[in-house]
């Protein structure tokens, strides 16, 4: 069987791993990157971040599983854990979460706030009704070094990559036969995964299909502090403003919520007003020593939105079955890459997922508008 695989990034590579360890020497793998060096990557330009801290059961799995490859990589991994905060009106999510993630033996406790601060001192506790901390598990690590890992175990097991752009998936009826690349190459094949990130509407458009995932930047500092701190969590404040330790100083980030402006497609300019603008203000109030806060650096990377539910769209599309979709991770890219590219191998090799059901994840909820819903969105 002969597969093209359209990017290769963490999720992508993931795939072509898990196709050449379920398929052997009865597939071919064509691993099809048009910036091998990834410097526009999400896989690179992230916070590189996994936890266990989901409401949905099968995001917590995918996890869990993309755990187990974050540490057989050894790629820095970082154990500190996630703290969300919950303000009153977000305590009972919280409550709702923990019971969800606790029969998926996650190793998760709340705190409430005397406890809080009681273990971390120099957070503020105002406005928190309830923390979530994850014990074990969570944490950070090198997302590029993680990509390329995936890509090289793909490659060893026998994955071709081929350097080139998609610019045209060739049609007939209701089948992909080929893809032509900026050079004119054609790669013909049986089945073809779109895994393009931030660019993978456009793919699917070459397909005669709308894919609704969306390029939206995220703007990420490098923060100094002249007050030590131990190593942090990485704690989402009831802002929506997140922070972390990184080496001597801090990273931070905010995401926009539902009724905030998040434009797509913009440039990968980063957006250095927001830091006094969001950041500043909110991270100030958490933690009293970040007052003296200083920006040393920044950087932008895209997150690959599906607004309908920020979860992913994984599997074929039903009018178009040999083309399948590993898209729209909305910030979970990185850690359920294992996952999903296990289960696009299951469903290519097998006809149907085998060790975890993605099934929530299909295309044609897309077509229906019925969110598959995720409380615990970053």
């Not at 099968?58 to 599983?65: D, G, L, R, T």
């Not at 070094?145 to 081929?162: D, S």
């Not at 500092?221 to 009831?238: E, H, M, N, S, Y």
Request: charged letters at 20%; aromatic letters at 8%; one cysteine or more.
């Amino acid at each position: 069987m002969r597969i093209c695989i359209v990017g290769a990034g963490a999720v992508g590579s993931a795939a072509a791993l898990f196709l050449m360890r379920l398929g052997g020497c009865d597939v071919q793998v064509q691993l099809v990157e048009r910036d091998p060096s990834y410097a526009r990557a999400s896989s690179a330009l992230s916070a590189s971040s996994i936890r266990q801290q989901f409401s949905n059961a099968v995001n917590i799995e995918m996890s869990q599983f993309g755990l187990q490859w974050v540490k057989a990589f050894e790629v820095g991994f970082v154990e500190s854990g996630y703290l969300f905060l919950a303000s009153e009106a977000g305590a009972e999510v919280l409550r709702d979460n923990h019971r969800v993630q606790r029969a998926l033996q996650a190793p998760v406790m709340l705190l409430d706030p005397a406890a809080l601060a009681d273990r971390l001192p120099w957070l503020s506790t105002d406005g928190v009704a309830l923390a979530s901390l994850g014990l074990r598990g969570e944490g950070w690590f090198d997302g590029y070094a993680f990509t390329q890992a995936l890509k090289r175990e793909a490659l060893k097991l026998g994955a071709v990559q081929v350097r080139g752009e998609v610019k045209a998936l060739q049609r007939e009826g209701g089948r992909i036969t080929a893809a032509t690349l900026a050079d004119g190459e054609r790669i013909e094949a049986d089945v073809f995964v779109n895994a393009a990130g931030p660019w993978a509407r456009e793919v699917a458009a070459m397909a005669g299909i709308a894919l609704p995932v969306f390029a939206r930047r995220r703007t990420v500092f490098k923060l100094g502090c002249p007050t030590a701190l131990r190593q942090t969590p990485l704690v989402i404040d009831t802002s929506g403003v997140w922070f972390r330790s990184e080496g001597d100083g801090f990273l931070a980030g905010w995401s926009p919520g539902a009724h905030d402006a998040d434009p797509d497609d913009l440039p990968l300019d980063r957006d250095i007003g927001l830091f006094e603008e969001r950041l500043w203000p909110a991270l100030a109030a958490r933690v009293p020593a970040f007052e003296a806060l200083r920006v040393q650096s920044a950087w932008a990377g895209y997150y690959e939105v599906h607004p309908l539910d920020h979860n992913a769209i994984i599997g074929p599309h039903p009018d178009v079955p040999n083309l399948l979709f590993a898209n729209g991770f909305s910030g979970h890219g990185l850690q359920h890459a294992p996952a999903a590219g296990r289960g696009i191998a299951e469903h290519i090799l097998e006809g149907g997922y085998r060790t975890l059901d993605l099934s929530a994840f299909a295309f044609e909820r897309v077509l229906r508008q019925q969110p598959f819903g995720e409380r615990a969105v970053i």
